[in-house]
């Protein structure tokens, strides 16, 4: 891996993760910590936005500025806070229940909006901090502490689900390989608008150790084919859809104009025409 000048544990709090051994979330922060030394980021310009559950832990584990919010609201707060402070490189994370169950509802609007804001999603297929409840991505058939005799659910593809959202930058990597985590993290960042990477990050204890050799067995390095071409939505969808491999890599990135330029456009429009006064706005409300 490159060498950075920056220190990656510079951007630790100091705070000692809690996670259970073997877990996932351990390489993602590692990761993220990486790839902000790469980027050589000032902490003071970065925030990450958080959830709730194992993985919406991370941003105390970080030093820089860090926030966790309510249940499945990482992604407004985040986008709120990127629209306010459009200076400031802003990081969403979360786990597969926070970011497609109860939050799943903001990711269609972060996606078509095109806010430049990034969004790390730590997927292991169970709701690991309540204890192992099935959550959105656990497989049918898989039997958890509400699901005794299997779930009968079919679970959320995440990376359908984006691409069908048209977000402009789709990705995945797992946990298993650092120097991939941390190249697709800081692919993610360097791409203006919102950018979504979905991280297989395996939950040891309640969905079991196995989980880390599935991934082995089935990941494919889908930037490693002849005729990869991330621009390419069709190739995309192949590699979003097959049963056969978990694909690694960015699956598409096409950039477009962000939320933030179209607003910006708005306002210069806005500016060269008429001088609207409080009286010109309350006289459209009195016809």
Not at 11 to 25: E, F, Q, R, T
Not at 26 to 33: C, G, I, K, R
Not at 59 to 77: E, V
Not at 170 to 187: G, K, P
């Amino acid at each position: 891996m490159t060498e950075t000048k920056v220190n990656p544990k510079d951007y630790l709090s100091g705070l000692k993760p809690i996670w259970c051994p073997g877990c996932g979330d351990f390489a993602v922060l590692n990761a993220v910590v990486k790839a902000f030394a790469t980027l050589e980021l000032p902490k003071e310009k970065v925030a990450v936005v958080s959830g709730i559950g194992c993985s919406s832990r991370l941003p105390g584990y970080l030093g820089t500025y860090g926030f966790n919010a309510i249940h499945g609201r990482a992604l407004p707060i985040a986008a709120g806070l990127k629209l306010a402070r459009p200076d400031l490189t802003v990081l969403a994370v979360g786990g597969d229940g926070d970011i497609f169950s109860i939050g799943g509802n903001h990711l269609p609007h972060v996606a078509r909006r095109n806010i430049d804001l990034k969004c790390i999603v730590m997927d292991n297929g169970i709701y690991g901090l309540t204890k192992g409840q099935v959550s959105p991505t656990t497989p049918i058939g898989e039997k958890t502490v509400t699901t005794a005799y299997g779930s009968i659910e079919d679970p959320i593809q995440p990376l359908k689900l984006l691409l069908s959202y048209e977000a402009s930058f789709v990705a995945q990597s797992t946990s298993l390989d650092l120097n991939h985590l941390v190249s697709m993290i800081i692919a993610a960042m360097n791409h203006k608008g919102f950018a979504f990477l979905n991280v297989r990050s395996p939950c040891v204890t309640y969905r079991g150790k196995d989980q880390y050799d599935i991934i082995r067995q089935r990941s494919k390095y889908i930037d490693k084919e002849p005729d990869y071409d991330p621009t390419d939505m069709r190739k995309a969808w192949q590699h979003a859809i097959t049963p056969e491999y978990i694909s690694l890599g960015i699956l598409y990135q096409k950039p477009r104009d962000t939320y933030e330029d179209r607003w910006e456009k708005m306002r210069e429009i806005a500016r060269a025409g008429k001088d609207w006064t409080l009286n010109d706005v309350m006289k459209g409300f009195m016809k």
